[in-house]
């Protein structure tokens, strides 16, 4: 009989068949009951792998005791700043300051032990005009970095200078995603084609295009759970050493990321990237950045004639999967560049795009690049801002 510990989660494997059992404590005696009380076994895929044995990993510094231990009232105070900073202009806001610490702990039978202790903080700003906004956000393992006052500047200098918007005709433009909006564009390409499992099934869109180049030649992709900026957790859910991936390399299909299962079946070695088995959903990469450039967002807009800064995209959803078509909404600060200068706001424009067409038409890359979420929540990236060129908009939104 094998036993894995995760969190709050006991998975006993034994003769090739697991039981799953969670628990809301884990003192010695709970789980020993849990364990104990455990006589359901079923079959799953990959529980004929049994477990990880014990494994090396590298060493990553995650945890900030400051960011553990930062009282409400430091928070408060850092809010105050804010609040006084938008009574200044006449603007409302709205926003989100938090801290958080995990530890994520796996051990088995087999001599496994893997420990990673985390913080992070995320401080959010949106201004609010009667008919404009603005957004601003920091997200940071170290609480420190955080400069609330000098954040909330940013969004509501955006919600004043977007005040009266106009209407634009639906068309494509120049664009510069700024790098919030910008990672939506990496969000679905996670979980839509970059894990090994709709490789192998042939419904990713990395299936048949493997060595062959899909975007431009100053795209490179790469899964990094080491880059600075990120810190992630050295190894994945059933034990493995997490390992850098390089995705895209310059525009060209190389690689995607494997679990032990997906590995087995296309006889390699795991990269790191597997979850709690039994698993539908194979692995995919949670640490996306995408490589920076040279140049910088005021660069970007002073080359730019005729464009549109983009500070966010919202409701973005996939339509066709192998074709990475997506569509969405700007959000939250978008303005019209004229003769290399941000001239006035715009109504919010809907658009629909095919994400290999959008990183073929990269024209500038920042070099400064930031931490970033994306909506779900669930990856961490880090990107830097992008001007590209011939971006479709469907049509305008009228707010």
Do not use: W
Request: charged content about 20%.
């Amino acid at each position: 009989m094998l036993i894995v510990l995760l969190l709050k989660m006991s998975q006993i494997i034994k003769n090739g068949k697991f039981s799953k059992i969670t628990l809301n404590q884990i003192d010695d005696t709970s789980l020993k009951q849990a364990i104990k009380g455990s006589n359901y076994f079923v079959s799953a895929p990959g529980t004929e792998l049994g477990l990880v044995p014990k494994q090396k990993y590298v060493t990553v510094n995650a945890y900030h005791e400051q960011t553990a231990s930062v009282s409400p009232a430091y928070r408060t105070s850092a809010i105050k700043e804010s609040v006084i900073e938008a009574r200044n202009h006449l603007v409302n806001i709205s926003g989100i300051f938090s801290n958080t610490s995990s530890v994520i702990t796996l051990a088995n039978s087999k001599g496994l032990f893997a420990y990673y202790p985390s913080t992070m903080a995320e401080f959010t700003c949106t201004a609010l005009t009667n008919n404009s906004s603005g957004k601003a956000e920091k997200i940071t393992r170290d609480i420190s970095q955080i400069k609330s006052s000098q954040i909330t500047k940013i969004a509501v200098d955006k919600a004043l200078k977007s005040k009266n918007p106009i209407n634009l005709n639906a068309g494509t433009y120049t664009v510069i995603l700024e790098p919030v909006a910008a990672v939506e564009l990496l969000v679905f390409m996670a979980f839509a084609g970059f894990g090994a499992l709709s490789y192998q099934e042939g419904h990713s869109f990395m299936s048949g295009k493997i060595g062959k180049r899909i975007m431009g030649e100053n795209i490179s992709i790469i899964e990094d759970a080491y880059h600075p900026n990120i810190l992630g957790m050295p190894f994945d859910f059933e034990g493995m050493p997490r390992k850098k991936v390089i995705l895209i390399d310059k525009g060209i299909a190389r690689n995607v990321v494997y679990d032990r299962l997906t590995a087995k079946k296309g006889k390699c070695s795991s990269t790191g990237h597997g979850f709690p088995q039994p698993n539908e959903h194979g692995p995919f990469p949670t640490y996306l950045t995408l490589a920076p450039g040279n140049s910088s967002l005021k660069e970007m807009i002073a080359s730019t004639e005729k464009g549109i800064l983009i500070t966010e995209l919202h409701y973005t959803n996939l339509i066709d999967p192998m074709k990475m078509i997506i569509t969405g909404m700007t959000r939250n600060g978008t303005f019209l560049i004229e003769k290399g200068n941000i001239t006035q706001g715009i109504k919010n424009m809907r658009f629909t795009e095919n994400i290999f067409n959008v990183l073929s038409n990269v024209e500038l890359i920042s070099s400064k690049t930031e931490l970033n979420r994306g909506f779900f929540g669930t990856s961490e990236f880090v990107m830097p801002a992008l001007k590209i060129r011939n971006f479709n908009f469907s049509s305008s939104s009228g707010f």
